[in-house]
């Protein structure tokens, strides 16, 4: 068990719909970052905030928000979903900024879109 | 196009047996990480070795780096069925700020009992 949780570890949609997945980080960290797990593309990053602030952005796409709270929990926003868009949802921690840092992986929230 | 690149795809060995996994990558990097999944569950983290570091050990996991070649191998010795998973090199590249890791498509290991 990493600590980093993540809700729901389930979920099911359809197409045109919205989302929100949320993410709370171990213990004192105080970075946050999302990845996505598909069949097709691999694990991507897809963005990165540090004490609430966006710190890097990767392919993420424009339907696609995330935000971090004050109480340093996350949430990604996934809207007009896709089919594409099915997927494993992972968030990740570490203690500050990243830099050499190890990332700790939540157990993921599965995406089905139909 | 994926920063890190495993080789092989596939392995299947004989429990006791040594894991030999390689990870080639293209741009400089601060570290290197490898991770773990077991199907269709979440990353565990194995082990971290930094650009300036050529190896590191931790149990039965031996990591090499040769930054020259943009390379880096995961030696699992005397292999355990429970060891039977996917196996993920990332690179964290070196940025302007933030961090993201650039992960590969995986090794399969198969070990049997």
């Known amino acids: 068990d990493s600590g980093v949780t993540q809700t729901p570890k389930h979920l099911i949609t359809a197409t045109g719909q919205r989302v929100t997945l949320r993410c709370s980080p171990r213990?004192?960290?105080?970075?946050v970052y999302w990845y996505q797990q598909s069949l097709d593309q691999g694990l991507q990053f897809l963005i990165q905030?540090?004490?609430?602030?966006?710190?890097a952005k990767g392919n993420i796409l424009e339907r696609f928000s995330a935000q971090q709270f004050p109480d340093l929990h996350s949430e990604l926003n996934l809207s007009s979903l896709e089919l594409g868009d099915s997927a494993l949802y992972f968030c990740?921690?570490?203690?500050?900024?990243?830099?050499?840092?190890?990332?700790?992986f939540g157990p993921g929230t599965r995406l089905l879109v139909l | 196009s994926q920063q890190g690149e495993e080789d092989p795809q596939a392995l299947s060995i004989q429990e006791g047996e040594n894991a030999t996994m390689n990870c080639s990558y293209k741009?400089?990097?601060?570290?290197l990480q490898w991770y773990r999944q077991n199907s269709g569950r979440g990353l565990v983290h194995l082990i971290l070795?930094?650009?300036?570091?050529r190896e590191k050990h931790s149990g039965r996991l031996r990591v090499t780096l040769d930054t020259s070649k943009k390379s880096s191998s995961l030696l699992i010795t005397a292999s355990r069925a429970a060891d039977t998973a996917s196996y993920f090199c990332a690179t964290d590249r070196r940025e302007t700020s933030g961090s993201r890791l650039t992960f590969g498509e995986g090794t399969q290991l198969t070990v049997n009992p």
């Open positions: 070795i930094r650009s300036n570091e």
């Open positions: 213990s004192g960290d105080l970075s």
């Open positions: 741009t400089s990097i601060n570290n």
């Open positions: 990740a921690s570490s203690p500050l900024a990243g830099y050499q840092e190890t990332q700790y």
């Open positions: 905030y540090y004490n609430g602030e966006e710190r």
